[in-house]
């Protein structure tokens, strides 16, 4: 028989439980990737170049092992079930999608292929988490809203082992293949991750050896520090599952495999209620006094193009321009600035991040915006407002982060680094604060109060 493979988080060969069920008995697999339109148009540029560079990375270890990937423009539910009469396939086979448009985009498929030919199914094996989300569930049966319960539930339901598949042993198959697109012109400055499953693996072996450091490490954006594997598990160059074999029992092993759970527990969450993707679980927060028309353009222009004159802030948001990429800290520090000093709904700042992020993900982060600005489940609560200043002393005491990508600030030495303005001469080129943090602070916190009246 044959069977159809459609890829779509899942971008690797190895540790690839759809692709054991797609080659079983001998089958002759076909990999195919749509370029669905519905799924690129949010994209940004960066994010679009790294996923055109991760097929080709496929393409090539497919053609290692006597195979092709079989690319095609189109809606999925023209696609697969074309792809699938062509090549006379017995089955599409793919890696469950939760997501909230994964999910309907499935079911549009499946009727799809059902109304071409009813004994030809698609089925799901396997998802790009450890547990499914779904299978941890609290007593009643709900899911959990809270990150602590969800995470011991998690850990006691435990995960299998990687899922053995070889492609060495698969009968791969082709079909006719549209030439993947040209990369924006755009992105060609931005410095991507090497993509491919090769490099995800070199890349997390490094991680693993500095392991250890990862406690201390994780919370300073000046020291590469974390692992850099979220751009990898977004696109499913590598398993989750891959990573959390190779961990033990120290201290690294325990802080990372918390980490790791964060990703399972949101989309959790997003499977259980795909409206909190966009809806305020505190909707009244949403009655905040958020800025609108002019203010609310030039408020939203400084900070995506990080020259709000704060300088954590200007550092994080330049990062994600130059990388695709910003340290965990630091989007934590200049999201709570967008909401809680610029008054900007955090929508707009999920948006931006979204477009421009590598590892861009709907659960992760809209999920971590509400939780930052005080309105998704689990959410810090509003009144903890980051002090930008002293947040920039405490992760980056050494002013490195904000030196290395905030070019004004270069060469001021010593800790006036985080608050220039407090220097008898405001570096040349770099701008004055935007607004007053402990003026909108106040600002904040009584509308905050006043709203809970
Ligand atoms: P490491 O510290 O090495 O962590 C290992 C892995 O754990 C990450 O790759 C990621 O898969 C997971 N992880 C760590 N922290 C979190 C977290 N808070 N929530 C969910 N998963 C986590 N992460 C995304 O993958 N996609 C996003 O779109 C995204 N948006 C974010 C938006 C905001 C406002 C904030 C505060 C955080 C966001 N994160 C997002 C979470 C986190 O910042 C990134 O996962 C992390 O910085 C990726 O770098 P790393 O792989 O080196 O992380």
Known sequence: PTTVLWLRRDLRLHDHPALVEAARDGAEVVPLFVLDPGLLKPSGPARTAFLLRSLRALDDDLRAHGGRLVVRHG??????????GEVGAAAAHVSEDFGPYGRVRDERVCAALAAQDPSVPMVA?????????????????????????????????????????????????TARSDDLPDEPASARDVRLPEPGEEAAHAAWHAFRDRIADYPADRERPGVDGTSRMSAYLKLGTVHVRTLLADLGHDDGSDTFRRELAWREFYAAVLAARPESARDYLHPQLEAMPYATGRTLEKRLQAWERGETGYPIV??????LLAEGWMHNRVRMIVASFLVKDLHVEWTHGARHFMRHLVDGDLASNQHNWQWVAGCGTDAAPFFRIFNPTTQGRKFDPEGAYVRRWVRELADVEGRHVHDPWELPEQPEGYPEPIVDHATERA??????EALRR
């Open 125 to 173: 094996t396997g998802s790009p988490y450890a547990v499914a989300p779904g299978r941890v569930t609290t007593k009643s049966g709900g899911h959990y809203q809270v990150f602590g319960p969800f995470y011991r539930a998690w850990t006691e339901h435990g995960w299998r082992a990687p899922a053995d598949s070889d492609p060495s042993t698969v009968a791969w198959r």
């Open 443 to 448: 600002a904040s916190l009584t509308a905050y």
């Open 75 to 84: 809606r999925p539910e023209d696609v697969v079930p074309a792809v699938a």
């Open 314 to 319: 200007d550092a994080g948001m330049r990062q």
